[in-house]
Nanobody, 120 residues
Framework: QVQLVESGGGLVQPGGSLRLSCAGSGFTLGSYAIAWFRQAPGKEREGVSCISTSGGSTYYVDSVKGRFTASRDNVKNTVYLQMNSLKPEDTSVYFC?????????????WGQGTQVTVSS
């Protein structure tokens, strides 16, 4: 059974940090680029980041550049999103998704999401 499971979300104060994990099972995560998305209530889903299969290339939406860092450990079948200097506007449900390449829009697998709340 193919699964992507996100973890690491929670409540954090503005300026704080969280590290999200996206663990894959039932498929070879290392064969896929992994994208992170977020969606806040009443808002459209937003692409946040994408990391290539090898981890050699990463892409970020402008609003998180310099604050978020994606990485991966293909041996552990896990991708990470380190989020620093968090702002209230980063509050969302964060999802990870697997796709063949970052440049492609089509998603092959996706997780259920993890809630990130940035509030004092």
């Amino acid at each position: 059974q193919v699964q992507l499971v996100e973890s690491g979300g929670g409540l954090v104060q503005p300026g704080g940090s969280l590290r999200l994990s996206c663990a894959g099972s039932g498929f070879t995560l290392g064969s896929y680029a992994i994208a992170w998305f977020r969606q806040a209530p009443g808002k459209e889903r937003e692409g946040v980041s994408c990391i290539s299969t090898s981890g050699g290339s990463t892409y970020y939406v402008d609003s998180v550049k310099g604050r978020f860092t994606a990485s991966r450990d293909n041996v552990k079948n896990t991708v990470y999103l380190q989020m620093n200097s968090l702002k209230p506007e980063d509050t969302s449900v964060y999802f990870c998704a697997a796709k063949r390449a970052c440049r492609l829009a089509s998603l092959d697998y996706w997780g259920q999401g993890t809630q990130v709340t940035v509030s004092s």
